[in-house]
């Protein structure tokens, strides 16, 4: 099955949130630790709803008894929503052709979320397989933190973790995005790329090859609709890609 005709994210979440009074949710308040200005969550897809949630009242103005998997999916602000959707529907993707070492895997991104009270709120999220039973996914874990200090332009930025991480993020990069994102190898490369050093010395900095950072550089040229290498460095410093 290709990613176009597999099952997206949205079918296999619900609305359904925590049960507090479960033994589950009791195990998981003893053993997650807790962090100012953070939120965590666990989402069973054996059972399809929320297991565990914490910190989010301070986060995203949410009890924690009101948050569900899907406010997790949606409540990115539009300017990101198309990009976090496909992000997740592509990790879904990815970790449902593999069987092995799967709570090694996580992805993180840079997003605003909504607020309950309607504003936009700077957001590190991490996220992650909890738990795999035979090979299949059954619980992943949500991390999120409020950052002040993260700067948003037009561009998603995301990284990915695991066994296969290289696999993993040309997975999340393959045909990427009506909408902009970038991940970290490629934010790597062009950061170089911005202090001038040509293609060959950026792939001997990063121990690949010339073929690879032109795979990782020359693709943004489209994306992002621009028309050579020092107007795709300039659209990174005005989108906070680059400091």
Partial sequence: MDIQNAPKIQSVVTEKPIDIH??????????IPKFPNQAVYIYSFKEKRMVYACGWKEVLGYEDTEVNMLLMVNSAVPEYAQSLNELNNKAWY????????LEEYSFTFEIQRFHKEGH?????????????????IEQVIGISQIVPSLKFGKVMQFATYGPEKEEFEESLNKDIFHHFAISRKEKEALQLAS????????????????????????????????KSLTHLISFAYDNHILP
């Fill in 22 to 31: 479960s033994d589950e949710y009791q195990h998981y308040e003893k053993i």
């Fill in 94 to 101: 990815f970790l449902s052709t593999k069987k092995e070492r």
């Fill in 195 to 226: 202090k001038g050093f040509a293609f060959k010395e950026i792939a001997d900095k990063l121990g690949v090859s010339q073929s690879a950072i032109e795979k990782r550089i020359i693709p943004m040229y489209k994306r992002f609709k621009v």
């Fill in 120 to 136: 936009a709120v700077p957001i590190f999220s991490r996220v992650g397989v909890y738990k795999s039973v035979n090979g299949e």
